[in-house]
Nanobody
Framework: QVQLVESGGRLVQAGESLRLSCSVSGGTFSGYAMGWFRRQPGKEREFVAAINWNSGSTFYADFVKGRFTISRDSVKKTVYLRLNNLKPEDTAVYYC???????????????????WGQGTQVTVSS
């Protein structure tokens, strides 16, 4: 069974950077898509970024605009999300998720992901 554990979230000031980590276990992850989503206060969960575990190809939500970078370390079985130039509107719970069957057509779809972590809180003060 796939398990995902996020870490790295904390309180920061606007303009600062963070690196979130997602430790994955319970599978080889070949053919998987690994994604990061977030839920802002009072809003639905939304797609942030995703990566093809095999190829390393990356996908981003439009609002990221070059500020965030997703990566993965296949040896450590960890997926990272680097958040630069954080803004108060980036305050959210950030979730890591795994989709057993990568396809670019559903890469941003919440329901396409089979496994989820518990989330890590990022709070950005102005």
């Amino acid at each position: 069974q796939v398990q995902l554990v996020e870490s790295g979230g904390r309180l920061v000031q606007a303009g600062e950077s963070l690196r979130l980590s997602c430790s994955v276990s319970g599978g080889t992850f070949s053919g998987y898509a690994m994604g990061w989503f977030r839920r802002q206060p009072g809003k639905e969960r939304e797609f942030v970024a995703a990566i093809n575990w095999n190829s390393g190809s990356t996908f981003y939500a439009d609002f990221v605009k070059g500020r965030f970078t997703i990566s993965r370390d296949s040896v450590k079985k960890t997926v990272y999300l680097r958040l630069n130039n954080l803004k108060p509107e980036d305050t959210a719970v950030y979730y890591c998720a795994a989709d057993r069957s990568f396809t670019p057509y559903t890469i941003a779809t919440v329901s396409a992901y089979d496994s989820w972590g518990q989330g890590t809180q990022v709070t950005v003060s102005s």
